[in-house]
């Protein structure tokens, strides 16, 4: 049996549902493939299971968050039934983009490629959490002046603390292989894609370029990431598409050329195989031009 108590937040001026916050408690909720053109943070509390998210899967145990960007395939598959709380929330509510100086959350817990999508809570972070999602509840329930405010000063509070969480994590992974050569071969791909991924973007073109065979970095690269090569390159370019359609008011061949693709109906094929839904919709629903705005 599902159960499921939720709060949510619409925009006045366009009736639009910007913000979400509800606990689940049963099966069902995440069992199919969600794409939502909003942002999304899920806190496991109780349950364990498999993260199917990018077409790569993880195991995860209770007491992790999980975080995934819109339009980002993710689905649960319960191993024991999960339990916890969700926050969605959509860029005209909070962008993190417009904000990233101030709570340094994209390309850590949101928009990285080369890390799993969760962080694990402990039991600090844990007492924190329960706090503040208690406030936005009390929040949620007992609407008052400066409401809005308010609402993000906890989400920005909620996201800081994750973030750190993630990187304090991150150095973890690298301690345990660190007497191997892989790492350094894998961060020197980072830096590689990081530096050419508008410019090169096949496999291939890496491989030169550490002077490596493309048979040896696909291996180390499924080992390390559980992604393919090419996965890992096609989620870089589509995160900086996804920036320049949100951010900016280019039109989508001028984004096309920037990221390397001259012919823009290639380029939207391309998108719309990766993200499953084209670049125009995209804009439309997650919203554009807001640094310029």
């Not at 970095?217 to 995160?239: C, D, G, Q, V, Y």
């Amino acid at each position: 049996m599902l159960n499921q108590t939720a709060f949510s937040f619409i925009n006045p001026q366009n009736g639009n549902l910007v913000f979400k916050l509800f606990s689940f408690d049963g099966s069902g909720f995440f069992d199919s493939l969600q794409r939502n053109n909003y942002f999304s943070l899920i806190w496991i509390t109780e349950g364990s299971g498999i993260l199917t998210a990018d077409f790569a899967k993880y195991d995860f145990a209770e007491k992790v968050l999980l975080a995934f960007a819109p339009y980002q395939p993710y689905m649960i598959t319960e191993k024991t039934s999960v339990k916890g709380k969700a926050i969605y929330f959509h860029p005209e509510f909070f962008c993190i983009h417009k904000h990233q100086e101030e709570i340094g959350t994209n390309g850590v817990l949101y928009n990285n490629v080369y890390q799993p999508p969760f962080v694990k809570v402990d039991e600090l972070a844990e007492a924190g959490f329960k706090m503040l999602f208690q406030q936005l509840e009390t929040e949620m329930q007992n609407p008052a002046l400066a409401q809005y405010e308010l609402l993000v000063s906890y989400l920005k509070i909620i996201l800081i603390t994750a973030s750190r969480l993630k990187i304090e994590q991150q150095p973890l992974t690298a301690e345990k292989a660190k007497d191997h050569k892989e790492p350094f071969i894998l961060q020197k791909l980072k830096d590689a894609i990081e530096n050419n991924f508008k410019t090169k973007h096949s496999p291939a073109d890496y491989a030169e370029l550490l002077y490596i065979s493309p048979k040896a970095l696909a291996k180390i690269t499924k080992s390390h990431f559980n992604k393919t090569l090419s996965s890992l390159i096609n989620e870089r370019i589509i995160i900086e598409a996804k920036r320049e359609l949100y951010l900016s008011s280019k039109t989508i061949k001028e984004i096309a050329y920037g990221l390397g693709y001259e012919d823009e109906f290639y380029f939207s094929r391309f998108f719309k195989v990766n993200a499953a839904i084209s670049p125009q919709l995209y804009r439309e629903t997650v919203g554009f031009a807001r640094a310029e705005a």
